[in-house]
């Protein structure tokens, strides 16, 4: 069992940046991929990036590559999504996901934070 908790979101004007960070429990931590997603106003849920239990594998969506950056601590379980150059179609419900060893091009998720808000104005 994971849980995650979501922080880091907010109100920023396009052009700007945020961080958000996800904090987890659990004992198995290293075993997950970790990822986030998102899913904007009448919108599916999209997987914006991921990162493998080692950090040594990363994926990230076409239109966040070169803006966004993710990273772990395995000691302190946390991930993090570094986001920068923000654009208004960036505003959308960003989800903290993690992923018994799964593939970071194909990560689902198997548990799930609560989501935190990133709004983007023009």
């Known amino acids: 069992q994971v849980q995650l908790v979501e922080s880091g979101g907010g109100l920023v004007q396009a052009g700007g940046s945020l961080r958000l960070s996800c904090a987890a429990s659990g004992r198995t931590f290293s075993a997950y991929t970790m990822g986030w997603f998102r899913q904007a106003p009448g919108k599916e849920r999209e997987s914006v990036a991921a990162i493998s239990w080692s950090a040594g594998s990363t994926y990230y969506a076409d239109s966040v590559k070169g803006r966004f950056t993710i990273s772990r601590d395995n000691a302190k379980k946390t991930v993090a999504l570094q986001l920068n150059s923000l654009k208004p179609e960036d505003t959308a419900v960003y989800y903290c996901?993690?992923?018994?060893?799964?593939?970071?091009?194909?990560?689902?998720?198997?548990?799930w934070g609560q989501g935190t808000q990133v709004t983007v104005s023009s």
């Open positions: 996901a993690a992923g018994y060893l799964q593939r970071v091009e194909t990560m689902t998720g198997d548990y």
